[in-house]
């Protein structure tokens, strides 16, 4: 593989990934806290509706889970390619 053809691979799978987290992100902080909350505030979590949950705290967890997700996938992602640091 060339150099550029291997640069485009590592860019690509780097988009996928970013892309994969920005929809996990999308769907938690605005389809749970916003667009499904009416139909999740049936279920209590802590006494809590789950949707006031996800809106007010549940979203700011896996915010932070997908920080660690994204700095080890990253990490993986550049030993695969060769990118790393030392």
């Given at each position: 593989?060339?150099?550029?053809?291997?640069?485009?691979?590592?860019?690509?799978?780097?988009?996928?990934?970013?892309?994969g987290i920005l929809a996990?992100?999308?769907?938690?902080?605005?389809?749970?806290?916003?667009?499904?909350?009416?139909?999740?505030?049936?279920?209590k979590l802590g006494g809590y509706p789950l949707?006031?949950?996800?809106?007010?705290?549940?979203?700011?967890?896996?915010?932070?889970?997908?920080?660690?997700?994204?700095?080890?996938?990253?990490?993986?992602?550049?030993?695969?390619?060769?990118?790393?640091?030392?």
């Amino acid at each position: 593989m060339s150099l550029s053809g291997q640069g485009a691979a590592y860019w690509s799978a780097t988009l996928k990934l970013l892309g994969g987290i920005l929809a996990v992100w999308f769907i938690c902080s605005f389809g749970a806290g916003i667009l499904f909350a009416d139909a999740l505030n049936s279920i209590k979590l802590g006494g809590y509706p789950l949707g006031f949950w996800f809106a007010q705290q549940g979203s700011i967890y896996i915010f932070i889970a997908l920080i660690f997700f994204y700095a080890k996938a990253m990490g993986d992602l550049d030993r695969k390619f060769d990118v790393h640091e030392d």
